[in-house]
């Protein structure tokens, strides 16, 4: 195969070695039909592999409710003494009783001298071990990450979908995981699952849902850090914790007065309130999307950027970017659209495109979920603005840039935009303007430009660089 099978399902077209013991293919995709037929949902979703991120996003949901459900049944029948019905087992025994049976035949022929060719029948007898031994090597596995899938479903039902520690929608399909959960479970669901081989492995078939899992290829990837099989969604809060921390403490870890300020108690023997005003909220957002990313003209000076590089997220990004996306963002933000399967890097072509459509909105979804989590204790302009003002007049501010809309108009707009709104600019334009010494460093060509422009107005560097003259 070109593609893992996760990545590519299909139909495994019949082996003549084990044409005794398979149903035909015929007989295969008149059940194959039938199944999908009852099922239309089903159909588009295999044929999509999986398909749009919504579609994947409700398979694991239905998925994490099944596992949930079959695991009930087995508790059950386990307290009343119920034996069961193993249907998946009959097969796979009558499976290998067929495959033993052939292993004899040719064996026989060859000590006989009886075997046409045979040097073929050796390496039949080498395929039909290798499948055994190939499926011995499986089952234990197959067996220890149902048992992972359950707690991860479990987890799922009690914290929510996307919550560290549960299954990842970026992992195989919920499909192929179905597979795993029916052949270990020893119910009858057992019995939806033919076995098969080809190409020299063992090729697991759902009749009621169309997907297959090769054996061989589950056996390669299980012990890969990348196990499709147990992707499981990232635990980012400690990152998170981390970049707050960066920007908010000393190396004591004590609380700076940069974006939050201590207020002192009025009521006598009460304890100091700590707030955080709407603009200093928005400036620590900023900080915390990282700096931005050195661009050059043509003559290789320096020139505005409008990229913020990422800061504590941008491993975060290159590590978890699928799943952050479409495990953790919430739908009105990533618009069902999934994630990006090869990003570009900073100066690629087609970076722009993934910066605006994918790599600002995870900045800002991370950012802001990271200010949310770390400020249980820190009373926010943004929470509650007409009780802030009245509390604290002097602090309050009335920037309306809060929402994920409105924050972002500024870096869509002309670069005299983009300076006015980083505040990272604004401070370096004050100094610009108002420190001799650093105008001094300037060019005479700029210097006169500062010197004759009006307060206020947006004057144009040799650099690149547009400062507003205050």
């Known amino acids: 195969m070109s593609k893992n099978s996760y990545e590519n399902p299909g139909r495994p077209q019949q082996d003549p070695m084990s044409a005794s013991v398979q149903r035909s293919v015929k007989e ?61 087992d009959k097969k796979a025994e009558s499976f290998f009783e067929g495959l033993i049976d052939q292993y004899n035949i040719i064996k026989s022929h060859l ?11 050796k390496r039949d007898l080498a395929t039909i071990k290798n499948l055994i031994d190939q499926y011995g090597e499986a089952i234990p596995k197959v067996i220890g990450t149902a048992k992972a899938i359950t707690a991860a479903s479990e987890a799922a039902g009690k914290e929510g979908m996307g919550s560290p520690n549960t299954l990842s929608v970026a992992g195989a399909p919920p499909a192929q995981l179905a597979i795993i959960k029916k052949i270990s ?30 054996m061989k290829e589950f056996n390669k990837a299980i012990t890969n850090k990348n196990n499709p099989y147990l992707k499981y969604v990232p635990d980012l809060k400690k990152g998170m914790t981390n970049a707050f921390d960066s920007f908010n403490k000393n190396h004591e870890g004590a609380m700076q007065e940069t974006y939050t300020k201590e207020i002192p108690s009025e009521t006598a023997g009460g304890d100091p309130t700590r707030v955080m005003p709407m603009q200093k909220e928005e400036d620590l957002k900023i900080a915390l999307m990282g700096a931005k990313r050195a ?9 505005l950027s409008k990229y913020h590089s990422g800061g504590a997220y941008e491993q975060m990004i290159i590590d978890f970017g699928e799943s952050i996306w ?77 929402d994920y809309d409105k924050r972002y108009k500024g870096f869509e707009k002309d670069d005299e935009d983009k300076v006015v709104k980083d505040s990272q600019y604004k401070k370096r334009q004050e100094k610009f303007t108002t420190d001799k010494k ?19 107005e947006i004057i144009e560097l040799t650099s690149g660089l547009k400062i507003r003259k205050t």
């Open 295 to 303: 661009e050059y003209d043509q003559d290789g000076k320096p020139k």
């Open 326 to 402: 479409e495990d953790m963002m919430p739908d009105g933000l990533t618009k069902g659209i999934e994630y990006e399967s090869n990003p570009p890097i900073f100066g690629d072509d087609g970076y722009d495109e993934y910066y605006e459509k994918y790599y600002r909105p995870m900045l800002d979804y991370l950012a802001t979920t990271t200010i949310n989590n770390n400020t249980q204790g820190i009373q926010r302009e943004s929470q509650n603005k007409v009780r802030f003002k009245e509390l604290y007049p002097t602090l309050s501010d009335n920037t309306n840039a809060t």
């Open 28 to 88: 295969a995709k008149a059940a194959e039909a039938a199944n999908l037929q009852r099922d239309p949902n089903v159909t588009s979703l295999i044929q999509s592999g999986v398909g749009m991120l919504s579609a994947k996003k409700d398979a694991m949901k239905g998925f994490t409710r099944e596992v949930l459900k079959e695991e009930r049944k087995m508790y059950e029948k386990v307290g009343g003494m119920a034996t069961g019905y193993n249907g998946y």
């Open 185 to 214: 479970s020893g119910g009858e669901s057992g019995q939806d699952i033919e076995i098969s081989h080809k190409d020299g492995t063992i090729v697991l078939y759902d009749t009621k849902t169309g997907a297959e899992l090769n």
């Open 438 to 456: 650093t105008q001094s460093g300037f060019s005479s060509k700029d210097q006169e430009k500062i010197a004759d422009a009006q307060v206020g």
């Open 111 to 121: 000590d006989a001298g009886t075997m046409k060719d045979a040097n073929l029948g």
